[in-house]
């Protein structure tokens, strides 16, 4: 067992995957001799070569165009885009091709594409850099959608991710890529599309992935001091989303807050809303409650702390469920 | 006019290229004249000029069948290749078996090289299938209808090819290259410029084919481009060629010298093929609105199976027997496309929830079960909306 960061994890299971499979290659800006902006492909082109991991040119759109036709000819791309707010120039390729190739060739081609986004805000950087654009593609038929929360299961989703044939967003929370934790390569992980209770509690569910599960969990120590019981979900896939433990939860609780970075309207919290109210009406106490970002564009990091759900926010969410 | 930012275009490039300009690379004259070009030759026997021959005409009936299936109702719509058969065919044949090409939505010209039952290109457009053939193994992409987005595709598959080793190898059953085809329309969009630099900066074996049928619907080439069109390439750090794109014989030797160059790994080609729109866009589109009449015959006049035929003729290679077995045949083409195309089945909605994912998902399932449900609903007993669930 070693403490490994997130960011770290995402290497060790970029290594992994490469080692597994000669077939899998790396391409983004910066991703070869630098190593990522974040470090997070770092001393992999060493290791495997220019061929396998590709330093592009600044072109988003290229990144995920040319991965399609790599997918054509059996490779599987894993597309790093530098930071979320640089996704959109591939959106067309995400959406358009990417998403639908599988549904249009009746599955004749498969698009066995990881895009991996590090995501959210947090860190003081300028605009652009600091975005939650996951409700875009988990929107998007035809693609799946995950968010790792800590450096345990960005070894292991990465990996998953890679070996899967159809395409994945992968969300890497950008502020937690120097979270640390122990991985035992050994041990086996959860499936890739499954939500994980991660604080068992009887009071109030509350729902969280990537950057706001450390969040949550730190909501749910608080209230046990205020005596409260929370029970935190990690949802870590959220197209296919896994509503099992979710449901399973809100029957237990009957009150249900979900927290992401993400603008509130048409987030992945109005989708759980709507599924949890669909399936577990009777059980519930209280409307499932969401907290998220505001529907502002990103603000300027000297104020992004207050923008950004916390600890406080969560908590003021689960006493306003709890005054139902 | 003296600018200070040197010469101006006039100087760099020439007056402007009425008929394609000194650089048209040309075969056969459009009165059916063998021309000779310092760089490139035809040098295949009659017997191919007379199986272009068959291409063009099958290929134009498929194209007037089409059209004639969409005014019946039969079709949503058709995207017609008339005018353009010599640009498909002759690319089109230069290709060899490994060759992979990435079309547009009208390549279907280039379909037929391939081998691909034209009653697969109707699906789409009659709104039963999103493209019946097998993409991978008639190495022939589905068609793509965001405009430029396959030059990518063409791009990274030929990437593909790179890392595969079977660039340059010397083996002609094994080197392997990529045709990417595109419009004139096409070249504004960003990913074609992309794919320009992504193909120059990795060498990759993958040959750009634009057919610069001056319309992109309504808007003429010069709303796209200030300069002729292969000349871009340069800046792109590649060689750009203009063909004659009525001309069977150049395009196919151009094309030819072109997928050679790129599977003996010496990167990519641009090749612009000047050619005409002699339809309409898309059977949706009235060109009378914005065009001149007079451009048209004016274009008629080089039309690319009229002059492979008064080459034939005048050679003394084929008489009326054979052009009208070649066109009995295409008959008998369209005959069994019409059939086939009124015989399509439509497909099952429940289908449609399945290859969505290699690996489906529960909400997916959850939601293919529940609509099944409510089909099945309706055969429970006497309904009052005739069947229909919409």
Redesign the interface.
């Known amino acids: 067992m070693t403490a490994i960061t997130l960011a770290k994890g995402v290497t060790m299971g970029l290594r992994a995957a490469m080692d597994a499979d000669p077939k899998v ?1 790396i391409m983004g800006e910066d991703v070869g001799k630098l190593g990522g902006v974040f470090r997070v492909t770092d001393g992999l082109q060493k290791d495997f070569g220019e ?1 396998r991991v590709i330093d ?2 600044l ?1 988003e ?2 990144i ?12 599987r791309p894993v597309c790093e885009i530098q930071f979320d707010g640089f996704v959109y ?1 591939a959106y ?2 995400i959406v ?2 990417v998403a639908k ?10 698009m066995p594409i990881v895009i991996r986004i590090p995501f959210g805000g947090g860190i003081g950087a300028v605009e652009h850099h600091s975005e939650s654009p996951e409700a875009y593609f988990a929107h998007t ?2 693609l ?1 959608v995950v968010a790792c929360s800590n450096p345990v299961d960005a070894y292991w989703m990465i990996q998953q991710a890679i070996a ?3 395409p994945i967003v992968f969300f890497e929370p950008k502020r937690r890529y120097w979270e640390k934790a122990e991985l035992d390569e050994h041990s086996a992980p959860d499936p890739l ?1 499954s939500s994980r209770v991660v604080q068992a509690g009887t009071d109030v569910t509350v729902l969280a992935y990537g950057p706001m599960v450390k969040t949550a969990v730190q909501a749910a120590m608080a209230a046990a001091e205020d005596g409260l019981s929370l029970e935190v979900i990690d949802l870590r896939t959220l ?3 896994d509503m099992g433990p979710v449901h399973e939860s809100a029957r237990k609780t009957g009150r249900v807050v979900v927290v992401h970075e993400a603008p509130l309207t048409l987030g992945l919290g109005s989708e759980i809303a709507a599924r949890v109210t669909e399936e577990c009406f009777y059980s519930l106490e209280a409307p499932v409650l969401r907290v998220g970002g505001f529907d502002t564009p990103y603000p300027p990091s000297r104020i992004e702390e207050e923008y950004l759900p916390d600890l406080d926010r969560v908590l003021d969410a689960v006493d306003r469920s709890l005054a139902y | 006019m003296t600018t200070g930012f040197g010469p101006g275009l006039g100087e760099v490039f020439g007056p402007t290229h009425d008929g394609g300009g000194p650089d048209l690379i040309q075969l056969l004259t459009p009165e059916g004249e063998r021309v000779e070009h310092p760089d490139f030759s035809f040098d295949l026997d009659d017997d191919a000029i007379k199986g272009f021959y068959r291409d063009l005409v099958m290929t134009r009936r498929i194209d007037t069948e089409a059209t004639a299936l969409q005014r019946q109702g039969e079709l949503g719509i058709w995207a017609s290749l008339l005018g353009q058969e010599a640009a498909q065919i002759g690319s089109g044949r230069a290709m060899r078996e490994q060759d992979f090409a ?1 079309p547009t939505y009208r390549e279907h010209g280039v379909a037929w090289c391939r081998g691909i039952d034209p009653l697969h290109l109707l699906g789409l457009f009659r709104g039963v ?3 019946g053939w ?3 193994a008639d190495k022939f ?2 068609y ?1 209808i ?1 405009i430029g ?1 396959q ?14 080793g079977v660039i340059g190898t010397g083996d002609p059953d094994r080197d392997a290259a ?1 045709i990417g085809y595109f419009g004139d329309g096409a070249t504004s969009q ?2 074609v410029n ?2 320009f ?2 193909a120059s ?1 990795f060498n990759a074996p993958v040959v750009f084919f634009c057919q610069n049928n001056q319309w992109a619907i309504s808007e003429p080439i010069e709303r796209q481009s200030k300069i002729p069109l292969y000349q871009r390439a340069l800046g792109f750090g590649f060689p750009g060629l203009r063909v004659d794109g009525n001309d069977v014989l150049a395009v196919y030797a151009v094309t030819r010298a072109a997928l050679q160059r790129a599977r003996e790994g010496s990167g990519p080609t641009f090749v612009e093929a000047y050619t005409y729109r002699m339809g309409a866009h898309t059977t949706s589109d009235d060109p009378t609105r914005y065009r001149l009449s007079a451009d048209l015959e004016h274009w008629k006049l080089k039309d690319p199976i009229e002059r492979v035929r008064a080459y034939l003729s005048r050679s003394g290679l084929a008489d009326d027997d054979y052009y009208s077995a070649i066109d009995s045949e295409a008959d008998d083409l369209a005959a069994g496309l019409r059939k086939g195309c009124l015989e399509m089945p439509d497909p099952d909605i429940l289908d ?1 929830f ?6 489906t ?4 399932q959850s939601q293919r079960q529940s609509y099944a449900a409510y089909l099945a609903s309706f055969d429970d007993g006497p309904h009052t909306n005739g069947g229909g669930v919409r």
Do not use: N
């Open positions: 290659i061929d592009t040119p072109s759109s290229g995920l165009g040319t991965a399609v036709g790599l997918a054509m000819r059996g490779y120039p067309d390729q358009s091709q190739l599988h549904f249009r060739s009746r599955g004749k081609i498969t038929a035809g799946k899967a044939d159809d599309f197209s296919p989303l | 990435f299938d999103q493209g097998d993409p991978l992409a589905l793509t965001v987005a030059t990518l595709h063409a791009t990274g598959y030929a990437m593909g090819l790179q890392r595969d990529v960003g990913d992309e794919a630099i992504w900066v449609i399945e290859a969505v994912y290699d690996e998902t529960p909400e997916l």
